[in-house]
């Protein structure tokens, strides 16, 4: 009897409806929770590249503002006389303002200030390109661009003007290091600011050019009188003259950036760091006490210290709980991480 052709008839019945949704709701919970996992990972993640740039960020801007504060003073500090060539502080609208060659401040913050007088309005409050309660710090020192005077140049003690060996170059300027181009000229708002040093040193005088005038030698008018006699052997330099502040934002930022004028050099502006929300100066004096105002006791500031504060916003919602009318409220905003960072040098060139 040949083989029975047996037939397999499968089911063709689907999922239920109730398989059918226990099958979405399981998919679902899983789908929900591999996706909660990422996220967070990726929050994590997100956080700790913000952290690691703002680190960066105040690590590289204290790196400069402390290489420039040891280098304070530098010829310039043994300059007795204090100068007020320029508006610098902002609290005393739009005049001059007396600093010392070698290190000044402004204490932004009218709360601890020396006066025995708080919230007098004597700190850095409502003013134009200037954070408020943030405070300023003023650096002297000679620039890199220095030459050492010929024979038959320099002048005398009470002299408004003295000889340096030319000729003129570039924008009309004076050249000082042997890399072309004016050092030292008189157009406004340029290089107008040098240091004169004895070659013993005796004696040292920053001051500020009013005319250069046409010849080799070219002639150097200057607003104050000299000091004492110069000539062939002493250093004619180029002035550094930097002021470190917080801009609260400008059509190229929107938040605060430290900012790094160069006076002396054609009243150049760097941007230093973006997300400094805070400058703080502290200067320790000789005997040992710290002042927030060093106004008045400059020269016997024997350290510095800094401190730097960047607040950064990062694209990571999180829930917070603050008070409304009384009430406790839990809000949904995006997450804000604030750092500090202090360093403390002693001041070299006294």
Known sequence: MRGELRIIRRSTRGLSLVE????????????G???????????????QQHITAVHQNLRGAMNLMISDIRMAGFYSGLDTRNRNFFDWDPRNGAVTDSFEPSLSGV??????????????GDGIVDMPGFLDRSDIIMLVMAGSEQKLLLAGNGGGKGDSAFLVAGPLEGDGG?????????????????????????????????FRITKVGAGDPATIEI??????????GDTLARADILIYSIDPGNDSFDGPVLTRRNVGKGDDRLVVAENISDLDVAYGLDDGVWVNDPTGLERSVAAVSVTLESTV?????????????GKREKQREKLRI????????????R
Do not use: C
């Open 313 to 325: 916003e990062v694209p990571v919602v999180i829930t917070v709980e603050k008070v409304v009318d």
């Open 107 to 120: 204490d932004g913050d009218d709360d601890d200030d020396q006066d025995g007088i708080p919230d007098d």
């Open 223 to 232: 607003s104050q009188n000299l000091k004492g006699d110069f000539a062939e």
């Open 174 to 206: 004076v050249q000082l290091d042997g890399e072309g181009g004016g050092d030292l000229n008189d157009k406004p708002g340029g290089k107008n600011y040098g240091i004169l040093a004895g070659a013993d040193l005796g004696w040292v005088q920053l």
């Open 33 to 47: 929770a591999i996706y909660k996992t990422f996220k967070h990972q990726q929050d994590t993640s997100l956080v």
């Open 20 to 31: 059918l949704l226990v099958t979405m709701v399981v998919t679902g919970v899983l789908t």
């Open 338 to 349: 604030r750092r500090t960072l202090t360093s403390t040098v002693k001041i070299r060139n």
